[in-house]
């Protein structure tokens, strides 16, 4: 068949993606080579390697594993050559796709970590794959891979949030009593917090925009860590900010505290653990635009992600909301409109904060 006239473009992108692309087929070799050439597959004949089944039969696992990294086309395949070259790059810690559409096809798509079998293939074989791909075209292989790693950031994302407002609240609740305050949340505000971080962060993630510059990283290993390194400082900065400012209000260092406190206020400790669960809540608000980005563009494609937008946004209504009108519910006091503003303007300091993070990251 000629080779489509999408297939080279998605050859180099894949290529780019960190993912090697080997033509397994029954044709013989200079068929096989040919198409591989138009298709980009085969670029440096003195380096990719071009084996054939009966060369491949003759070589043992070991041999094999060294010839994997240039190997690009293997005529004369038989099914099960498939499935030798699924398990070998399995034993080499590699993540391998595999597609077919025969019924011989069906060993080596269940042995595979994806199996993409045909749309016009058999239904032994699409019952044995992960995936069907109904138009049997490679560049929705592509669209797969771009998906998966659109929605494997989002979840980054989101264990991000999650996990900086978890070590946030229990930081406070260690350190509180230390300090002399047994109860830095109410229960309700404590649900509050969890409502937020949970079921509210999982729609405002879950909706962000598919980029194709996901396709020029480097896919992950099998053996990574689901938290990276950048995860891990995004996490680590953010908690320590969010608990370092909420012992500076409730410990009145610098009299932030009393300089927000109006003279002659009733309950002067409500009124200052409601300022500090203002920052609190304020600074979780922001730092989900630092999680949603690792560039320094924060509203970068924002408007691709109206749930993001919308979820926000009504958090910081409800937020304002609940602190003013929230009393013996809530556990809180009125705010005048300076104590807002300060606990808003403390808040957003998180954000150049996190700026400093990224840059240093990226040295």
């Not at 399995?90 to 559409?101: A, E, F, I, N, P």
């Not at 691709?304 to 919308?310: D, G, K, M, S």
């Not at 009108?325 to 808003?344: I, R």
């Given at each position: 068949?000629?080779?489509r006239t999408d297939a080279v473009e998605t050859v180099e992108i894949l290529a780019d993606a960190g993912i090697q692309v080997v033509m397994v087929t029954g044709d013989g070799e200079e068929t096989a080579v040919a198409i591989a050439k138009e298709a980009g597959i085969l670029k440096d004949e003195g380096k990719d390697v071009?084996?054939?089944h009966e060369q491949l039969e003759e070589m043992s696992d070991e041999e094999l594993k060294k010839a994997l990294p240039d190997l690009r086309v293997v005529s004369r395949a038989k099914p099960l050559d498939k499935k030798r070259l699924v398990s070998v790059s399995?034993?080499?810690?590699?993540?391998?796709?595999?597609?077919?559409?025969g019924v011989n096809d069906a060993p080596a798509l269940k042995q595979a970590d994806i199996g993409f079998a045909m749309g016009d293939g058999t239904a032994v074989a699409q019952e044995a794959g992960d995936v069907v791909i109904l138009n049997n075209s490679l560049t929705s292989i592509k669209d797969c891979v771009l998906n998966s790693r659109t929605m494997s950031r989002s979840v980054g994302k989101f264990l991000i949030f999650q996990l900086t407002v978890?070590?946030?609240?229990?930081?406070?609740?260690?350190?509180?009593?230390?300090?002399?305050?047994?109860?830095?949340?109410?229960?309700?505000?404590?649900?509050?917090?969890?409502?937020?971080?949970?079921?509210?962060?999982?729609?405002?993630?879950?909706?962000?925009p598919i980029l194709d510059r996901y396709m020029k990283n480097p896919p992950a290993k099998r053996t990574d860590n689901i938290l990276t390194g950048y995860m891990k400082s995004a996490i680590g900065t953010s908690s320590v900010f969010i608990t370092l400012?909420?012992?500076?209000?409730?410990?009145?260092?610098?009299?932030?505290?009393?300089?927000v406190t109006p003279a002659g206020c009733a309950d002067p400790g409500l009124y200052e653990k409601t300022f500090m669960f203002a920052f609190f809540i304020y600074s979780i608000i922001f730092n989900s635009l630092n999680t949603r980005s690792e560039r320094?563009?924060?509203?970068?494609?924002?408007?691709?992600?109206?749930?993001?937008?919308?979820?926000?946004?009504l958090v910081f209504v409800l937020q304002t909301i609940m602190i003013q009108?929230?009393?013996?519910?809530?556990?809180?006091?009125?705010?005048?409109?300076?104590?807002?503003?300060?606990?808003?303007a403390l808040a957003l300091l998180i954000i150049p904060v996190d700026l400093i993070r990224k840059a240093v990251m990226r040295k």
């Open positions: 068949d000629d080779v071009v084996l054939s399995q034993q080499l810690d590699h993540v391998c796709g595999m597609t077919g559409d978890n070590i946030s609240t229990l930081l406070m609740n260690i350190i509180a009593p230390v300090l002399g305050w047994t109860e830095p949340f109410s229960i309700v505000q404590i649900l509050w917090i969890n409502l937020i971080m949970d079921t509210l962060a999982a729609m405002a993630f879950g909706g962000e400012g909420s012992i500076l209000i409730l410990e009145d260092i610098g009299g932030i505290t009393s300089f320094f563009n924060l509203f970068e494609h924002i408007g691709e992600n109206r749930n993001f937008v919308l979820v926000m946004g009108v929230g009393g013996t519910v809530f556990s809180t006091t009125t705010l005048n409109a300076k104590a807002l503003l300060v606990s808003m």
